[in-house]
């Protein structure tokens, strides 16, 4: 059945999905043959699966592609996963080929177990939600393998696997991943953080009994995700397991020195694809925050609100309402600026929002991405960032935004003096202005477009009716939608 597959890999999958489903759907195989299907289709996936992961990554604004990625890669691990299950489920019965199956149970399981990690990962791609049998299975799975003695039995899961693991090491790869805030990075960062995860696996640690070296819960029992210990936790429940960074940490922190110091992993650091240092080096950062004892906390205090925002996205969108407004001449109705959307808030604090949209028509949100945010009844405009995403139905998605100005003024810069072909800036560009007023040391922070900072570059900057001669200081932040960076005002020249 697998000796004609199409070579386009979305087709070559989905016929294997389709088998996959129908042998799962099947009774009546016997243990070892339900295994010898199931694993016939899974090896002749392998290269597909590699093929279409790596193309996800690379799509730019081909929502139909990466749509179409996304759903066989789900599918391919929710059955592959069931396929596997299936056959412990079996065993637990003692059905027929239960006895010749029994010395593969700890690849069984482990299989199962990074298929269940990999749903996990493709669903955290799209900020959940997360199917609770991910968690009821995860924890059915490493109980049957700590019940028949297995858990840390290390065993290849595939012929010719470099290295290998266990019921142990997949199950903590998969709830240590599930405790890091994926829902604040961004798609090809939170692959990055799953790889990683799974490169320090074998410095986590897990125990039936809570302790400070292991700071998280997950019960074996239940189809609830694992979380951080709180104070109303019975510990005495015998399902529970405790699980911690372990030495994973210190780990991260040696070899973030080599990384920044080298710009290469050494060869025994694999992450088993070709990613950029600094994008390691965030998400590293990242781990390193929520696995220490104490979790990032919010920077102000968030209360309860009503608050309906008008929302525009990007930089130009941005830019453009900006320039709009200050002519007095908005009119979104007739069609002469950006489209503006309704959202709104249900909580607030000084630097932020946290948001309910709607699934449809936003898929444009992303985390780090650039909204323009008005408050309903307010005169002006602010900027603000995605900072987090997260699914908490089909229909909804939970967005938080930071605020990174309250008031934003539309300027235009030009080079000032000598004009090279260097400069990124050029006559009469856009850009906003995030201080109105300028601090103590004469700074202001200027929002660019993306990649227009130059440190050498002096400007002109006119805001009304004003002109003055400006140069950069520092380049705050810089990413794929805009610059913010301090500039210093030298002198008032109109």
């Known amino acids: 059945m697998i000796h004609d597959l199409p070579k386009d890999p979305v087709k070559a999958l989905g016929e294997i999905l389709f088998w996959l489903d129908s042998i799962n759907t099947t009774d009546g195989f016997r243990l070892e043959r339900r295994f010898d299907l199931v694993n016939e289709l899974d090896l002749a996936a392998k290269a597909h699966v590699r093929k279409l992961s790596q193309e996800y990554f690379q799509l730019r604004d081909q929502k139909f592609q990466e749509n179409r990625i996304w759903t066989a890669q789900t599918e391919y691990w929710r059955l592959t996963a069931a396929g596997y299950i299936q056959c412990v489920e079996g065993f637990k019965t003692a059905a027929a080929g239960a006895t010749a199956l029994r010395t593969r149970l700890p690849v069984v399981v482990g299989r199962a177990l990074h298929a269940l990690r990999q749903l996990l990962k493709w669903s955290l791609l799209r900020y959940g939600p997360v199917d609770g049998?991910?968690?009821?299975?995860?924890?059915?799975?490493?109980?049957?393998?700590?019940?028949?003695?297995?858990?840390?039995?290390v065993v290849p899961l595939y012929e010719g696997a470099v290295a290998g693991t266990s019921a142990h090491f997949e199950c903590l790869k998969t709830v240590m991943l599930a405790v890091v805030s994926t829902d604040s990075l961004p798609p090809a960062e939170i692959e990055i953080a799953e790889r990683s995860v799974a490169l320090f696996a074998p410095h986590y640690v897990i125990d039936r009994t809570a302790s400070p070296a292991c700071p998280y819960v997950f019960d074996v029992a239940m189809s609830r995700p694992p979380g951080r210990i709180h104070s109303g936790l019975s510990t005495s429940e015998p399902s529970l397991r405790y699980f911690g960074p372990g030495g994973a940490s210190e780990e991260v922190n040696r070899l973030l020195g080599i990384l920044l110091e080298q710009g290469v992993l050494p060869s025994d650091a694999s992450l088993g694809g070709e990613y950029e240092a600094q994008a390691i080096a965030d998400v590293w950062r990242h781990l390193l925050q929520y696995w220490a004892p104490t979790p990032p906390q919010r920077s102000s205090i968030r209360h309860v609100a009503q608050v309906r925002l008008s929302v525009v996205q990007g930089f130009k969108g941005l830019a453009d309402t900006l320039t709009i407004t200050a002519e007095h001449s908005l009119d979104f109705s007739a069609g002469t600026g950006p489209p503006v959307e309704s959202w709104f808030a249900d909580n607030a604090s000084v630097g932020g929002y946290g948001v309910v949209v709607p699934v449809r028509g936003n898929d444009w949100v992303?985390?780090?991405?650039?909204?323009?945010?008005?408050?309903?009844?307010?005169?002006?405009?602010?900027?603000?960032?995605?900072?987090?995403?997260?699914?908490?139905?089909?229909?909804?998605?939970?967005?938080?935004?930071?605020?990174?100005?309250?008031?934003?003024?539309?300027?235009?810069?030009?080079?000032?003096?000598?004009?090279?072909?260097?400069?990124?800036?050029?006559?009469?560009?856009?850009?906003?202005?995030?201080?109105?007023?300028?601090?103590?040391?004469?700074?202001?922070?200027?929002?660019?477009?993306?990649?227009?900072?130059?440190?050498?570059?002096?400007?002109?900057?006119?805001?009304?009716?004003?002109?003055?001669?400006?140069?950069?200081?520092?380049?705050?932040?810089g990413t794929e939608e805009y610059d913010i960076a301090r500039f210093v005002l030298v002198r008032r020249i109109g």
């Open 133 to 153: 049998l991910v968690w009821s299975d995860l924890g059915s799975l490493y109980a049957f393998a700590e019940a028949k003695g297995f858990a840390e039995l």
């Open 366 to 477: 992303h985390v780090g991405g650039l909204i323009g945010v008005k408050v309903e009844g307010d005169k002006y405009w602010g900027s603000g960032v995605v900072r987090r995403i997260r699914h908490e139905s089909e229909q909804n998605l939970t967005v938080g935004v930071q605020l990174l100005a309250q008031v934003c003024v539309p300027i235009r810069l030009a080079p000032y003096d000598v004009v090279l072909a260097s400069n990124a800036i050029r006559d009469n560009d856009l850009a906003i202005l995030l201080t109105p007023r300028p601090d103590s040391d004469r700074g202001v922070k200027i929002m660019l477009p993306a990649g227009a900072y130059s440190p050498g570059q002096g400007l002109e900057m006119r805001v009304h009716d004003q002109v003055f001669q400006i140069e950069p200081v520092k380049l705050l932040e």
